[in-house]
T-cell receptor, first 112, second 116 residues
Framework: DGGITQSPKYLFRKEGQNVTLSCEQN?????MYWYRQDPGQGLRLIYY???????QKGDIAEGYSVSREKKESFPLTVTSAQKNPTAFYLC???????????FGDGTRLSIL | AQTVTQSQPEMSVQEAETVTLSCTYD???????LFWYKQPPSRQMILVIR??????QNATENRFSVNFQKAAKSFSLKISDSQLGDTAMYFC?????????????FGQGTTLQVKP
């Protein structure tokens, strides 16, 4: 079945450590997105990519980095510069313009 | 800049009854799309319904329908015959039609509890 796979489901970060969240899709979607969700709040856009080897900052990109070397993959790195990384992270993708985004099951990141 | 506002943080409804969730948005664009997403306790985001701004007819999907008032910039979601499985957080989202980035702007969400 086609879908978006995020891993791991739970992740813990130590102080000063970079961690990478995986997002893989087999839907042949061109565009991919990373969102952050804090408790009781809506989603905020971190980064997005519309084609391979290209990506743009969203509203809260500071302390995060991404890459898009393959169409299927859009990993998110939470760097040590992100001082408040504890949140739920959702990856999404969409096929073409004006199509709704489909979401993965998310990764919960916590600080040790 | 576009904004989306959901003014009801929490709502509850009895099973089999009807409930309406409110959403207002602000934009100067004329071409855009609106969505309602559902996030159950499993945290997965599920698309419930979508509405194209250029369509006057309100979208419906089984027990879910919207009341789209373009002039008032209002986009409410009506859930009929509420079921226990409808218990979730519901998010209203906006996407500009003139841009092909597909960026979604989300409201703060409404937590809906369906009571037996």
């Amino acid at each position: 079945d086609g879908g978006i796979t995020q891993s791991p489901k739970y992740l813990f970060r130590k102080e000063g450590q970079n961690v990478t969240l995986s997002c893989e899709q087999n839907l042949n979607h061109d565009a991919m997105y990373w969102y952050r969700q804090d408790p009781g709040q809506g989603l905020r856009l971190i980064y997005y990519s519309q084609i391979v080897n290209d990506f743009q900052k969203g509203d809260i990109a500071e302390g995060y980095s991404v890459s898009r070397e393959k169409k299927e993959s859009f990993p998110l790195t939470v760097t040590s510069a992100q001082k408040n990384p504890t949140a739920f992270y959702l990856c999404a993708s969409r096929r073409t313009e004006y199509q709704p985004q489909h979401f993965g099951d998310g990764t919960r990141l916590s600080i040790l | 800049a576009q904004t989306v506002t959901q003014s009801q943080p929490e709502m509850s409804v009895q099973e089999a009854e009807t409930v309406t969730l409110s959403c207002t948005y602000d934009t100067s664009e004329n071409n855009y799309y609106l969505f309602w997403y559902k996030q159950p306790p499993s945290r997965q985001m599920i698309l419930v319904i979508r509405q194209e701004a250029y369509k006057q007819q309100n979208a419906t999907e089984n027990r879910f329908s919207v009341n789209f008032q373009k002039a008032a910039k209002s986009f409410s979601l009506k859930i009929s015959d509420s079921q226990l499985g409808d218990t979730a957080m519901y998010f209203c989202a906006f996407m500009m039609g003139s841009s092909n980035t597909g960026k979604l702007i989300f409201g703060q969400g409404t937590t809906l509890q369906v009571k037996p």
